[in-house]
């Protein structure tokens, strides 16, 4: 049985989340999408709504078999990457897909963001790959995206933009930031002769210390 309370509590979180990625310069118009994962189905942003015209109730639910309302309003084009992410990463419940202005600079230019700053790790890896170039919407961007992914969190989308995975929508935001904060920094880079990398050892360490960065719940 679904739980209605909390899917009320998801739509209104994707709601905020699109909000805040619009007022904080991460996206812009329509484009981008964000979901979550509820049971076996997904709550995801509608097609071609603008965040600030954006209510709790145009977000639309896709069941596992990828039926949705056909009455209601029609899903992100996208849908199809995020129902396959959800499905394919039991370790995350929510995915932000946005077209940040560094990160999209730096897929457009297929450069993926090296390790530059222990920051990067935020991603779940020592750098942030690209997925090659598939159309939008379709099965073989899916493909791509998690492929690419193989595990970490955040990942550019060659001519695209940039895709988080996280275990909650809050999570997913913040990396979404900061993937953008260290594309901003390495575009910087670039026009300055490049970063001096870190090493394969100190990424290790980094990664392994980000295990336990932060406030975490006792008992």
């Avoid at 942003?45 to 209601?72: K, R």
């Avoid at 060659?158 to 990396?175: E, F, M, R």
Wanted: aromatic fraction near 4%.
């Amino acid at each position: 049985m679904m739980d209605k309370a909390l899917e009320n509590k998801l739509r209104e979180q994707i709601t905020e989340v699109m909000q805040a990625m619009d007022a904080r310069g991460l996206n812009r118009g329509t484009s981008g999408n964000v979901s979550a994962r509820l049971g076996s189905s997904l709550l995801v942003t509608p097609t071609g709504i603008p965040p600030s015209a954006l209510q709790p109730e145009h977000i639309v639910l896709v069941d596992a078999e990828g039926h949705f309302d056909q009455d209601g309003m029609r899903p992100s084009s996208e849908w199809r990457m995020h129902q396959q992410l959800l499905a394919l990463r039991p370790d995350v419940n929510a995915v932000v897909h946005c077209h940040s202005r560094h990160a999209t600079m730096l897929a457009c230019a297929h450069r993926e963001i090296p390790p530059m700053h222990y920051m990067v790790a935020v991603s779940g890896g020592a750098s942030i790959p690209v997925a090659p170039y598939a159309t939008f919407g379709s099965a073989e961007l899916a493909e791509s995206v998690i492929a690419t992914l193989d595990g970490r969190y955040a990942a550019l989308m060659a001519n695209h933009g940039q895709v988080v995975v996280a275990p909650s929508l809050k999570h997913a935001l913040l990396i979404t930031e900061e993937v953008e904060e260290q594309a901003a920094i390495y575009w910087g880079t670039l026009a300055i002769g490049g970063p001096a990398l870190l090493s394969d050892d100190e990424m290790s360490r980094i990664l392994d210390r980000f295990k336990t960065y932060g406030q975490k719940k006792q008992g």
